[in-house]
């Protein structure tokens, strides 16, 4: 059993070519799913990811 990819909102944003204001932002409308690991750090599972990184699928 292999653990999912998870991303931070910097290497998200990076790889989506936009701002980390953009991830957080669909972070708090509900569009882009993400958890929080220790009680600071936010992370975004791959899957969900790639709705950012690929709007169409």
């Given at each position: ?7 931070s909102?910097a ?47």
């Open positions: 059993m292999s653990l999912p990819r998870v991303y909102i290497e998200l944003a990076e790889a989506a070519g936009c701002s980390t204001k953009t991830v957080r932002r669909r972070i708090s409308d509900g569009t882009l799913p993400a958890f929080k690991i220790g009680g600071r750090s936010i992370r975004i599972r791959e899957a969900d990811a790639l709705s950012l990184l690929d709007p169409n699928a």
